[in-house]
């Protein structure tokens, strides 16, 4: 697996883990799209779901099994997973525009409005997008919650932003 | 002089002794822990990311937040905490050589009689050597975490990370987020040694993760200012025509841990070498008594793991030295340790805990041995 090498994961090794929503899910609105495959002990996104679309059971080395049907894409898990491994993709955030949160625990935070390069899993540019959306109460606990609105297209491989100051993308 | 005399006295303040000291001072016990640094802890304060486990048990819970809650506890439980205090030998008749510091800076040593001891020591960085790597600039990936989250100062902006375990992923975000740049993460071995999610953040935040790679040599006029890196063949010999040089100001090396039991072999406690649990650790049993009747070990000095095991490691030595005192009767206190055992037993799950869970029964298998000849 690329995870385990490169350190970033590809879609057909989350949808080889099972952990892929259905292409159907994606039409229908905001969906949470697990990123996690190894069994660590790790259960919070268990109870961080109000919905119970969130299950790991017992022991808490299984992976968290997403029901794509309960959840509502709230986005509550995303600051909760202290792995940071939860993001919520919205394919059908506007015309032609698709939009990705994530948690984003760097400083300075960026400000609503921004114009950002969007980058994916490794780390690498892939298209401009603009923050649409800053998520911090009290109960993330410092982990701040960041929408950006990117092309529909790009919505499946951004998972973040370069940070400000940061010398380019991973080559 | 009763201030030199305890029932219980924990040597280091870290996750797994302040829990000790914790439960053994709700049993009952007058309590000490002795601990070297300014403000006890351990490593718990510079943990600034939300821990893994379960969250019936303060996952997702900020290292530094537990640290807080602990001590709290312990003024609560009237534990008694000696900073800046070295534990410097421990002889028998369980007496501790302490050389104690106090708040205007002097010191003094003292030698405390203890009903029962918990080594609570922890454990050390390891080193990786290679030319260049006395520069100003080259550090442990653990005092760079230092550093960053306790001192607010950042060792250099242009970061090289030698060691892809939990350590090395975790600073290097960590790094990142005091505002350096992480330029390259290398590991020798052929895959990722950490969990995949701490990983996947500095990826995407993007580090290179050059696995099968290792440091060559740091270079500069007194200080590091650039680094040379190489793949290595399936024996780990560099390939030297693969040799890449990075500008960076610092190295930090996250190369593994090994369990601090210096006190424990002053003792003679008798040891087991695992390398999946950092070499050298005293052997103990299930109650975490080592093979010194009245001498307990908890957290990283009993096998380098982390600090969710060290936390319910020190609570099991900390009630079963309270159980010992007859603090505790012995119905309570198994069904605590069997509550305890089975969260251990969680943690200690998985692709990454299997080998640490067998590494951990083989130390109780060879006490129980140890025992018997």
Redesign the interface.
């Given at each position: 697996m690329s995870v385990e090498n490169e350190g970033y994961l590809t879609i057909e090794e989350l949808k080889a883990a099972g952990q892929y929503p259905s292409g159907a899910r994606f039409q229908e609105g905001p969906v949470a799209v697990i990123e996690c495959v190894q069994e660590i002990p790790c259960n919070p996104c268990e109870t961080a779901c109000r919905f119970g679309a969130i299950r790991v059971g017992e022991p808490i080395t299984n992976l968290p099994k997403a029901d794509e049907g309960k959840c509502t894409g709230c986005g509550l898990c995303v600051a909760r997973c202290p792995g940071l491994a939860i993001f919520i993709v919205d394919k059908t955030y506007g015309e032609g525009l698709g939009a990705v949160s994530f948690p984003y625990e760097y400083f300075p935070l960026p400000s609503e409005g921004d114009e950002v390069t969007a980058v994916d899993r490794a780390g690498r540019g892939v298209c401009a997008g603009t923050v649409v959306k800053i998520l911090a109460p009290e109960s993330f606990d410092r982990t701040p919650v960041v929408t950006v609105a990117v092309p529909v297209g790009k919505a499946e491989d951004v998972r973040g932003i370069e940070r400000a100051g940061q010398a380019g993308g991973q080559s | 002089m009763a201030q030199n005399k305890w029932e219980v006295v924990v040597v280091g303040g870290g996750p797994a002794g302040l829990s000790a000291a914790i439960e053994a001072a709700k049993s009952g016990c007058r309590t000490l822990v002795v601990d070297a640094n300014e403000t006890a802890g351990g490593q718990l304060f510079k943990q600034i990311?939300?821990?893994?486990?379960?969250?019936a048990h303060r996952?997702?819970?900020?290292g530094i937040d537990i640290g807080g809650e602990l001590l709290a506890e312990c003024e609560k439980q009237g534990v008694e905490v000696w900073l800046n205090s070295v534990a410097i030998g421990l002889f028998k008749e369980k007496t501790v050589a302490v050389e104690r510091g106090f708040d205007n800076g002097a010191k003094s040593v003292v030698v405390l009689e203890a009903d029962r001891i918990v080594l609570a020591s922890g454990a050390s960085e390891n080193a990786v050597r290679f030319r260049g790597w006395t520069l100003p600039g080259v550090m442990g990936a653990g005092a760079a975490q230092t550093m960053i989250n306790v001192n607010r100062v950042l060792p250099g902006k242009n970061v090289l990370m030698i060691g892809?375990g939990n350590v090395g992923l975790i600073v290097s975000y960590q790094l990142?987020?005091a505002?350096a740049?992480v330029k390259a993460l290398v590991e020798a071995a052929?895959?990722?040694g950490g969990?995949?999610?701490?990983?996947?953040?500095?990826?995407?935040?993007?580090?290179?993760?050059h696995?099968g790679h290792t440091v060559l040599e740091a270079r500069g006029d007194r200080r590091v200012e650039e680094a040379d890196i190489c793949a290595v063949d399936e024996k780990w010999q560099p390939l030297l025509e693969t040799k890449k040089t990075l500008a960076v100001d610092t190295v930090t090396i996250a190369a593994g841990l090994k369990p601090l039991v210096e006190l424990a072999m002053m003792h003679d406690c008798q040891m087991m070498f695992h390398p999946v649990l950092g070499g050298w650790a005293p052997l103990h049993d299930a109650k975490m008594e080592t093979t010194s009747p009245g001498i307990y070990v908890a957290g990283d000095i009993s096998g380098v793991e982390e600090a969710?095991t060290a936390l319910e490691e020190g609570k099991l030595a900390g009630i079963s030295a309270a159980e010992s005192l007859g603090k505790i009767g012995e119905a309570d206190a198994d069904r605590i340790r069997s509550e305890i055992w089975g969260r251990l037993d969680?943690?200690?799950?998985?692709?990454?805990?299997v080998m640490r869970m067998q590494a951990k029964s083989e130390q109780i298998d060879h006490y129980k041995s140890a025992q018997s000849a």
């Open positions: - | 990311h939300k821990f893994f486990g379960s969250s996952a997702g819970v900020r892809s990142m987020q505002g740049d052929p895959k990722i969990y995949a999610v701490h990983a996947s953040k500095i990826a995407r935040a993007g580090v290179p993760i696995t969710n969680g943690l200690r799950l998985g692709p990454h805990g």
